[in-house]
Nanobody, 125 residues
Framework: QLQLAESGGGLVQPGGSLRLSCAASGATLDGNYNIGWFRQASGNEREKVAYISGFSSMTHYIDSVKGRFTISKDNAKNTVYLQMNNLKPEDTAVYYC?????????????????WGQGTQVTVSS
């Protein structure tokens, strides 16, 4: 059974960078699972951030992070990363990764997939 664990969050100043990791265990991501990064700021609903296909090099981003965030995967380490550059205070949130399906130009977490602990990202001076 696939399990995902997020890590890499922290406190960073505006304009700084962080790399989040989504380490998988119990199953192999490559060829089996698409992965999405999501985030939830305090008082807000969870929103999707980025997506990477488990079957190709296809990636997608929400508009507010395009050009700043990069999602990638290391098949040897069974890990998906989210490189976040030029961070802004509005990027402050708990970040989660989850398996996703892709349809109609968008990606979704299936209801049966549970959320992990997430990793806190705080952008503040």
């Amino acid at each position: 059974q696939l399990q995902l664990a997020e890590s890499g969050g922290g406190l960073v100043q505006p304009g700084g960078s962080l790399r989040l990791s989504c380490a998988a265990s119990g199953a192999t991501l490559d060829g089996n699972y698409n992965i999405g990064w999501f985030r939830q700021a305090s008082g807000n609903e969870r929103e999707k951030v980025a997506y990477i296909s488990g079957f190709s090099s296809m990636t997608h981003y929400i508009d507010s992070v395009k050009g700043r965030f990069t999602i990638s995967k290391d098949n040897a380490k069974n890990t998906v990363y989210l490189q976040m550059n030029n961070l802004k205070p509005e990027d402050t949130a708990v970040y989660y990764c989850a398996p996703c399906y892709y349809v109609g130009g968008d990606w979704y977490k299936p209801d049966f997939a549970s959320w992990g602990q997430g990793t806190q990202v705080t952008v503040s001076s």
